[in-house]
């Protein structure tokens, strides 16, 4: 089997493990449930009191407008991407000059899922990109289980670490 498919299953084999372990908190968002999905996430990200990790292959600047517009001062934001990244340089240079440095950027092409940790315990796993998210195809927002954040954290981290700063 090609590398490309052995990634594709576990990825797949990741997906359904998530999406099968008891979540504390979940929401649904059917399609075109943009706003429901967009009014839940900026609570997530306004619950922060430290620090936003977000982990998504396709994030791009509308996440500044439409989502950091949350986060509380003093909260330090981290984001991953892999895709169309040159975008998120000038937001983030821009948002950086006027609130100071709280947000970081780096790009990988390790990553697939995407996730959101705030203050290095809580973990949400978002079935599609944030910038598409609900938009044409139902999507959720679920909160994993406390017992396994701390793994997944550190596995994120790792990538973080190996990643190229922007």
Do not use: M
């Not at 000038?90 to 100071?100: D, I, L, P, R």
């Not at 978002?126 to 701390?150: E, H, M, N, R």
Request: with cysteine; net charge neutral.
């Amino acid at each position: 089997l090609g590398d490309v498919y052995k990634r594709q299953c576990i990825y797949r084999a990741i997906a359904d493990l998530e999406l099968s372990v008891p979540a504390k908190e979940q929401e649904n968002f059917g399609a075109g449930n943009v706003y429901d999905f967009f009014k839940a996430l900026n609570k997530v990200i306004a619950s922060a009191e430290k620090s936003v990790f977000i982990i998504d292959p396709y994030l791009d600047a509308s996440v500044f407008d439409h989502y950091l517009v949350s986060r509380q001062n003093g909260v330090s934001v981290k984001l991953l991407s892999y895709k169309k990244v040159e975008d998120l340089v000038v937001s983030t240079e821009k948002y950086n000059a006027q609130f100071g440095n709280v947000i970081e950027l780096r790009r990988s092409s390790q990553i697939h899922d995407r996730v959101i940790f705030i203050d290095q315990y809580v973990c949400w796993l978002l079935g599609q990109s944030v910038k598409d998210a609900a938009k044409a195809k139902p999507t959720y927002l679920v909160q994993a289980p406390p017992d396994i954040v701390p793994e997944k954290l550190a596995t994120y981290e790792q990538i973080w670490v190996k990643s190229t700063p922007l």
